[in-house]
């Protein structure tokens, strides 16, 4: 066989090719994915070894690593699909949308002028938002928080749904005479004038009915400057936003708190925002304090307009002043005391005593106002047997030797009388009565800006316990009537046995009497 060759048929070729090796595309290197000058070719390879002659009539190269060893013998295809791109497909009207967002890009336009989509409800976290109707634009109610070592002002946080927090941050003035009328950050009214809170998100047609109006409570006026001093400065921001499960939000209202800006103290200002979420529909989200009687340290019930809650006193905020919607849970059995500073703020109404009585009532009450309280842990609002009326005891609305003083309610005890029932073994924890004492002081100057006010939380026990059960049987000794009472027993007893002696004797002889004759 030495100098002879074997000429291999193109079939048997390409089967070889494609049964010896796993490569069914090579390209030269550089060459397959480029474009514009280089075209893209197809190969069919095998071991060089393998092949003696060649005789396709397609091209043939000879394709070796860096090193030149292992070289390929390969083929290659005509194969015009490389090189050419795709028929186009047909763009109709139902496919623009989706071939866009199939091979779509970034956007020249901004992110806030895409149309998000949302959910038919609110979830927890999500952006609540609201409608400018002046310019029929869709954006976000805010909440601003603190950005950096020095704590400056961020406008753009979006305040998130059912996210009760508090935020504050700073504010600095380059030029505060002209801030003081032009900055809205500054003015109450933008806080909630001019703009709707949506009930749920929309993605269409915003209709009338799903439009929330803010309510402001005692709004101040508008900023001004006076003396180089910029009154009527917002300081404090607080929305009280009511919910209903997926029917969104139900009511929203903003409460504000200002304060006066000099020029010479730095043109510098620190405010707080504040949002708090409440829902009325509770009670059947409220866990039991017990089964059926109270547990020790458990959430003290009452009802409000049919809805089980658990009640509340006054906290107070890291700088003493009573916070507005954060508030103590009761816990059974547990005494409490807490104190802190009803802030008054400086407005008209504030000068009028009747107007500062109630709003310190409605500060001890806190936003719902207790109507009743569960007898047991396990009380429901429709059984009106395990419910009883809270016992309410206001101030007198004269003060004692001073005409011109105000009696307002500074000290609230909420005195609580319980008892254990039901067995020694498990007994069970009820709440007999329940009454609220308010306790006032005059008040002299009633341009006072916060008013100290304290709450004392006192359980009384008033368990009636059982007679406690007798002792061990005791022994009970009888002495004699005399010191021969022993002898006297044995003596009956002896006269007893004798007579019972005599009368079997006279027994016997009868029978023997009776049988011998």
């Not at 809805?307 to 700088?319: G, P």
Request: charged share 15%; net charge neutral; aromatic share 8%.
């Amino acid at each position: 066989m030495r100098g002879s060759r074997v000429v291999l048929p193109l079939s048997l070729l390409l089967s070889l090719s494609l049964l010896l090796l796993s490569l069914p595309a090579l390209s030269p290197a550089g060459a397959s994915q480029r474009s514009g000058g280089s075209r893209s070719v197809s190969l069919v390879c095998v071991e060089e070894s393998l092949i003696f002659r060649s005789n396709t009539p397609y091209s043939t190269d000879i394709i070796s690593d860096h090193g030149g060893r292992d070289p390929l013998f390969c083929v290659q295809l005509d194969d015009t699909k490389l090189n050419y791109f795709q028929q186009p497909q047909d763009i109709k009207e139902s496919d623009f949308v989706e071939s866009l967002e199939k091979y779509g890009r970034h956007s020249f336009l901004a992110p806030s002028q895409i149309q998000p989509s949302f959910s038919a409800f609110y979830r927890a976290g999500d952006p609540i938002l609201i409608y400018y109707d002046s310019s029929s634009v869709l954006s976000m109610l805010r909440q601003p928080i603190k950005m950096g070592a020095s704590g400056l002002c961020v406008d753009g946080n979006p305040a998130g749904f059912l996210d009760t927090k508090t935020t504050s941050c700073t504010r600095i003035f380059a030029n505060l005479s002209k801030s003081c009328m032009t900055d809205p950050a500054l003015d109450a009214a933008s806080y909630y004038h001019d703009f709707t809170v949506l009930k749920v998100p929309i993605n269409d047609t915003v209709m009338p009915s799903m439009k929330v109006n803010v309510t402001a409570v005692s709004p101040p006026g508008a900023p001004h400057m006076k003396d180089d001093t910029c009154t009527n400065v917002v300081s404090e921001v607080i929305y009280e936003i009511e919910y209903s499960g997926t029917s969104g939000i139900q009511s929203v209202s903003v409460q504000f708190k200002v304060s006066n800006i000099s020029v010479n103290s730095g043109s510098s200002l620190q405010q707080r925002f504040t949002m708090h979420f409440w829902t009325r529909t509770l009670s059947h989200m409220l866990p039991r304090s017990g089964n059926p009687g109270y547990n020790t340290g458990a959430p003290l019930v009452i009802a409000n307009s049919g809805a089980m809650q658990h009640m509340s006193i006054l906290r107070s905020e890291s700088d003493g002043s009573c916070s507005q919607f954060l508030r103590h849970t009761v816990q059974f059995g547990r005494n409490m005391r807490t104190g802190c500073k009803i802030s008054l703020s400086p407005t008209l109404e504030d000068s009028n005593c009747s107007y500062i009585q109630q709003k310190l009532y409605k500060a001890f009450q806190g936003m719902n106002r207790t109507e009743a309280f569960a007898i047991t842990g396990s009380a429901h609002s429709n059984q009106a047997e395990e419910l009883m009326t809270i016992l309410i005891q206001n101030c007198s609305v004269q003060a004692v030797n001073c005409t011109s003083c105000c009696m307002v309610p500074v000290t609230l005890e909420i005195q609580i009388l319980w008892t254990k029932v039901g067995l020694l073994s498990n007994p069970q924890a009820q709440v007999l009565g329940t009454r609220h004492f308010y306790q006032c002081q005059p008040l002299k100057f009633l341009n006072m800006s916060m008013v100290p006010v304290t709450t004392v939380v006192t359980f009384t026990d008033m368990t009636d316990w059982p007679e406690p059960p007798q002792g061990q049987p005791q022994m009970h000794w009888k002495l004699p009537f005399d010191i021969f009472f022993p002898f006297k027993v044995a003596l009956n007893v002896e006269r007893t046995c004798r007579g019972d002696l005599a009368g079997y004797l006279l027994l016997i002889l009868i029978m023997s009497s009776i049988f011998c004759f």
